[in-house]
């Protein structure tokens, strides 16, 4: 018999002997993994549900928001620094237009309003804009049409709404073309509505639930025709940092440095995701705490089994194991003992998974996988080395003689 | 014949705090040579055990030289101390002390594992050693399904497996009935026999210390 082999039949001789024994103790790690891989799994699908609602937002786009929003170390700036009264003009979209690598360019104003239908009142964020928005944001109609530059110059009392808005307000997105919804006591009819785009979540906002008014008509709820944003859509990827740069020196020309700020759509999800993930990690730790109280749980196990064994490891010691066979053959139980557990909780949270899925993007990857096996084998060692040298280090006649 | 283990001077005292409390073993001065069949007898606490475990490589002596094949072993680290045991003692126990979790097979098989032998020359040599001990049909039983004597063959038989030069057996009949015994011992005086082995037999019994071909009587920790 190969000698790992041995040890690790004689390992799964003795955890199987002590069945329930082996079950409650693995039930330590089982917890542990389990949360830490439900995190890691809830973590990942959250990260890709942000990247996935970034990328259906439109690619290649910078935004121009009042104020510094941003640090320069890229993270969200809170304080009087973020805070502005500054608001845009029509003016500014129409010098940015002349920067060459802008394909498109569009303002507009976002206001939160109360939405009625008939008795129906929805809370939403109206958009006044162009219909270059829709082109920026790669936004389609799944019913009815996107408001158009007719719509835009005639004023018309038109809006596009979201899917989401529109189930809310009138049962289905197929019911709303036509209708009319209130907005500070005057009507608007419906003439489309927008393909879902995700998001909503997590306080960010809830795309899905906007609703779209060409921006000359929003006048009415904008007396000062003021921007609240401007969205610029590059010509090319590798041209953003140039564009960048140009909107700048256009936007300096009228307003101080601290009143602007030129954000990148990809800055704003590596701050966003990486909220998330120093949320996460903390969240992660917290779960790790339950994977030590698992290894204490199989540190006393194995100090008792190596008290139950000690004339057997006398006999081995007799017949010619040195301290080392002995160290190894009671650390590779505390291992497989710990990796049952890991296996376990691995399958839990996969479970778990799968049923949260149906509401939730979580997601178990390879790291998952790892981590729940790595983690539980480091918990092994790290918790069985202690009785497992208490084991090699038994005098061979004193272990022999124990009765 | 040649000194196949020497014991010059030997003394086993056990201290507590630094001073003596019990002496188990007082100057001892003994040789077995290769190939003798002796046996170790005195009543009990007169230290046999104490002197079987010396010989056994399992304990040091507190004054005193062992030396095994003209070699002084009172350098020997833990881990060539062990490998000694593996190669050059084969135990014998009174209470058997097979391992339950194991095969017949692997019980006998388990020093060669220690040894890193080859696999399948061990099982090779485990399952003939099985078979002259008539127990190779047992040889995947566990041993709580097979009979006392048969456990202690099985004993014998991995005290065999690395082809060991002494034989150590600790009143091998102890815990067996008289059939029983009469034929663990026949079998132990056939390894000295037919294969020449050196052995010893440590005993309580007058009986089976007489069949030896050496008795070495030990009374309060002394040879008399």
């Given at each position: 018999m190969n000698y790992l082999m041995f040890i690790l039949k004689s390992a799964a001789a003795d955890l199987l002997r002590n069945k329930l024994r082996t079950l409650l103790t693995s039930l330590g790690i089982l917890i542990g993994v389990s949360s830490v891989v439900l995190l890691i799994a809830f973590g990942v699908g959250l990260k890709n549900f942000i990247k996935n609602s970034f990328d259906s937002l439109g690619s290649n786009l910078v935004f121009i928001l009042p104020g510094?929003?941003?640090?320069k170390s890229g993270g969200f700036r809170g304080g009087a620094g973020a805070m502005t009264t500054t608001k845009f003009e029509e003016r500014d979209v129409n010098e940015l237009?002349?920067?060459?690598?802008?394909?498109v360019v569009v303002g507009a104003f976002t206001k939160s309003i109360n939405a009625t239908a008939g008795t129906v009142t929805e809370e939403s964020t109206l958009y006044g804009t162009y219909p270059e928005y829709f082109i920026a944001r790669t936004t389609k109609a799944i019913e009815g049409r996107l408001f158009d530059r007719r719509d835009l110059d005639k004023r018309s009392k038109v809006v596009v709404i979201g899917p989401k808005i529109a189930e809310k307000l009138f049962g289905s997105a197929s019911f709303s073309i036509g209708k009319t919804i209130k907005i500070d006591n005057l009507g608007y009819i419906v003439i489309g509505v927008t393909e879902a785009k995700g998001?909503?979540?997590?306080?960010?906002?809830d795309i899905d639930s906007f609703i779209y008014m060409p921006f000359k008509t929003a006048f009415v709820l904008?007396?000062?025709?003021?921007?609240?944003t401007i969205f610029l859509k590059a010509t090319d990827e590798k041209k953003i940092p140039l564009l960048k740069q140009k909107i700048t020196q256009t936007m300096e020309k009228r307003y101080a440095?601290?009143?602007f700020s030129v954000v990148e759509q990809t800055q704003i999800l590596d701050t966003v995701q990486s909220i998330f993930t120093m949320l996460n990690s903390v969240l992660i730790a917290i779960g790790a705490i339950s994977l030590i109280v698992g290894g204490v749980g199989i540190m006393n196990i194995m100090y008792v089994s190596v008290t139950e064994r000690i004339k057997e490891i006398g006999v081995r010691r007799a017949i010619g194991a040195t301290k080392k066979d002995i160290l190894f053959q009671f650390l590779t139980e505390a291992v497989v003992l710990s990796l049952v557990g890991g296996f376990m909780g691995l399958l839990l949270s996969a479970t778990v998974v799968l049923i949260v899925q149906q509401f939730f993007p979580a997601a178990i990857d390879a790291t998952s996988v790892a981590v729940a096996l790595g983690v539980s084998s480091f918990v092994g060692i790290v918790f069985g080395v202690f009785p497992a040298k208490k084991a090699a280090d038994l005098s061979p006649i004193d272990a022999i003689r124990y009765e | 014949m040649s000194s196949m283990i020497k014991l010059s001077g030997v003394w086993k005292e056990y201290r507590i705090d630094n001073e003596?409390?019990?002496?188990?073993?007082?100057?001892i001065n003994l040789t077995i040579k290769n190939g003798e069949y002796c046996s170790i007898i005195g009543p009990s606490g007169c230290g046999k055990s104490t002197l079987m475990h010396l010989i056994g490589l399992l304990d040091q002596p507190s004054r005193g030289t062992i030396s095994i094949n003209d070699r002084n072993?009172?350098?020997?680290?833990d881990s060539e101390l062990s490998h000694l045991r593996n190669e050059f003692v084969g135990f014998v126990f009174q209470q058997f002390n097979?391992?339950?979790?194991?095969t017949i097979l692997e019980n006998v098989m388990l020093p060669s594992v220690y040894s890193k032998k080859n696999e399948s020359v061990a099982k090779k040599k485990a399952l003939e050693l099985l078979e002259r001990f008539g127990i190779a049909s047992k040889?995947?039983?566990?041993?709580?399904?097979?009979?006392g004597g048969q456990q202690q063959r099985v004993a014998i038989a991995r005290a065999l497996i690395m082809q060991p030069q002494l034989i150590l057996a600790d009143?091998?009949?102890?815990?067996?009935?008289t059939a029983s015994g009469q034929a663990i011992l026949a079998l132990i005086e056939d390894l000295h026999k037919k294969d020449g082995m050196t052995v010893v037999v440590v005993t309580h019994d007058m009986n089976i210390a007489k069949r030896a071909k050496r008795k070495i009587n030990i009374l309060d920790g002394t040879i008399i």
């Open positions: 510094q929003v941003l640090s237009r002349k920067i060459d690598e802008a394909d998001g909503g979540g997590f306080g960010g906002p904008n007396p000062d025709k003021k921007l609240l440095e601290d009143d | 003596i409390v019990f002496t188990a073993l007082k100057n072993i009172e350098t020997y680290s097979l391992i339950p979790k194991l040889a995947y039983s566990y041993p709580n399904k097979i009979s009143e091998p009949t102890g815990n067996l009935d």
